[in-house]
T-cell receptor
Framework: GENVEQHPSTLSVQEGDSAVIKCTYS??????FPWYKQELGKGPQLIID?????GEKKDQRIAVTLNKTAKHFSLHITETQPEDSAVYFC????????????FGSGTQLTVLP | SQTIHQWPATLVQPVGSPLSLECTVE??????LYWYRQAAGRGLQLLFY??????ISSEVPQNLSASRPQDRQFILSSKKLLLSDSGFYLC?????????????FGSGTRLTVV
């Protein structure tokens, strides 16, 4: 089955700096890659996703890049703010799988004021 | 629009007591439903998923069970809780058989077994 590895497990940045979280996946048939943000005591919320026919997607300060050949994808957050502090999860899935998403182990991002 | 409800938000139960957590989805039909557990500071562990009424797949054999008595209702149960059952329990739903569609999570239940 699919295996998703996520790095780093913790990340601290100064406010205003950029943050990058990286994930690799094992199943070359995976074609959908969402990212979730989980604030303390809440359920994860989808923040951005990318499909395998696209190499990069951007939404304001958040961007995701995908390298299908290398089977890795990354989350980029620019101009970080304290409210970006949370746990971020990457995930991968392929069509037709009832089990659907396979999640990475999560990254605790702390933005220092 | 679709919404997912999960309750209770917090629960403190003694060891050996039963458990019932409920999740319901509104605004969609025949969703895929999922139960996840998250230990403190850890990742998302898939416990059960369901593609239809009465259809339950277990990912991790343990002290818990799941049931889906109605199309949009998913229940997580235990007959006798263990200390190790403590954690943050999340329900989620997704559109079945649709390529490239993510999950929507509920707000979670914080379970503490004492």
């Amino acid at each position: 089955g699919e295996n998703v590895e996520q790095h780093p497990s913790t990340l601290s940045v100064q406010e205003g700096d950029s943050a990058v979280i990286k994930c690799t996946y094992s199943d070359s048939a995976s074609n959908y890659f969402p990212w979730y943000k989980q604030e303390l005591g809440k359920g994860p919320q989808l923040i951005i996703d990318i499909r395998s026919n696209v190499g990069e997607k951007k939404d304001q300060r958040i961007a995701v890049t995908l390298n299908k050949t290398a089977k890795h994808f990354s989350l980029h957050i620019t101009e970080t703010q304290p409210e970006d502090s949370a746990v971020y999860f990457c995930a991968a899935s392929k069509a037709g799988s009832a089990r659907q998403l396979t999640f990475g182990s999560g990254t605790q991002l702390t933005v220092l004021p | 629009s679709q919404t997912i409800h999960q309750w209770p938000a917090t629960l403190v139960q003694p060891v050996g007591s039963p458990l019932s957590l409920e999740c319901t989805v509104e605004g969609t039909s025949n969703p895929n439903l999922y139960w996840y557990r998250q230990a403190a500071g850890r990742g998302l562990q898939l416990l059960f998923y369901s593609v239809g009424i009465g259809q339950i797949s277990s990912e991790v054999p343990q002290n818990l069970s799941a049931s889906r008595p109605q199309d949009r209702q998913f229940i997580l149960s235990s007959k006798k809780l263990l200390l190790s059952d403590s954690g943050f329990y999340l329900c989620a739903w997704s559109v079945p058989l649709l390529a490239n569609y993510g999950y929507t999570f509920g707000s979670g239940t914080r379970l503490t077994v004492v």
